[in-house]
């Protein structure tokens, strides 16, 4: 059974990453020597709120504490180049931990795409450990599987919109999926988080199913994830559980996270779980 920590915090987020991972029976496999991880952090402006925090990434980056090599990556996009906006970030880089741009590795590999054949960063491929982490907010499209799209190297994406969930299930598929996924209800928003404001939550959703994560984090959102499609399709991919009732949550109540997500904010979009 695919399992999802929720926990809350006020204060140390290393520790309460920490006890997230043990509650889903720790990352042993995935921190070790000789595996390289690459955090794919998700944002789409640094102008706004809608992207991990700091102290969450680095939570996450002190987690691999065997890692030889630790790359925080993300794509160009037509607001701006990865580069720029792995700015964010700049203070947690050194020797082992580096910004990664996507779309400047000349060392790729050619994937489907969504019946498009499009380069892939060699960083992306296991070994390498792959992690996603997003924001926790009520977009029906998605957030740690819509971090997929940023896999792509191309500047412009949003041809790629048209066909959003395939695009997103056939990376999924085409890396070996997301061995560690990491919501960041740091701050919770009621839509994208484009130009929002986030309620200040403070907690974390952490599974080694992007799927089952994607679920809780939707549900707690307002969100009814059967009537999301990237979810339901993954599921008919065999990529993940997106019953909740097949999902064990464990560690804060869901009943009491839930309550206190669904008194902060109001979907834009989708309806309300009852």
Do not use: C
Request: proline share 3%.
């Amino acid at each position: 059974m695919s399992k999802v920590a929720i926990v809350e915090f006020n204060g140390n987020v290393y520790e309460s990453l920490a006890e997230a991972l043990k509650l889903i029976n720790n990352i042993d496999d995935l921190n070790t020597k000789k595996r390289t991880v690459t955090i794919k952090v998700g944002v789409f402006d640094p102008k706004s709120e809608a992207h991990s925090t700091v102290d969450v990434v680095d939570a996450i980056i002190k987690s691999f504490t065997k890692a030889p090599e630790i790359f925080v990556a993300e794509s160009d996009n037509y607001r701006g180049t990865g580069s720029e906006r792995l700015q964010i970030w700049k203070n947690l880089f050194n020797e082992r931990v580096k910004p990664f741009n996507l779309s400047e590795d000349a060392e790729v590999k050619k994937v489907k795409i969504a019946d498009e054949e499009i380069s892939f960063s060699h960083i992306l491929f296991k070994p390498n450990v792959l992690v996603s982490t997003h924001i926790a907010r009520g977009y029906e499209k998605g957030s740690i599987l819509k971090n997929l799209l940023g896999l792509i190297p191309d500047r412009k994406k949003a041809r790629f919109h048209k066909k959003l969930e395939t695009t997103l299930l056939d990376a999924f598929e085409a890396i070996g999926g997301i061995d560690l996924a990491v919501l960041d209800g740091t701050h919770a928003f009621a839509g994208t988080g484009i130009g929002e404001k986030g309620v200040q939550m403070n907690t974390l959703l952490v599974g080694r199913d992007a799927v089952a994560v994607e679920t809780v984090g939707a549900t707690l959102a307002g969100l009814n994830p059967k009537e999301m499609p990237i979810i339901q399709k993954a599921v008919e991919r065999g990529l993940g559980e997106g019953e909740l009732d097949n999902i064990k949550i464990v560690g804060a109540s869901f009943d009491s996270v839930k309550k206190k997500f669904a008194s902060a904010l109001t979907p834009k979009k989708g309806k309300r779980t009852a």
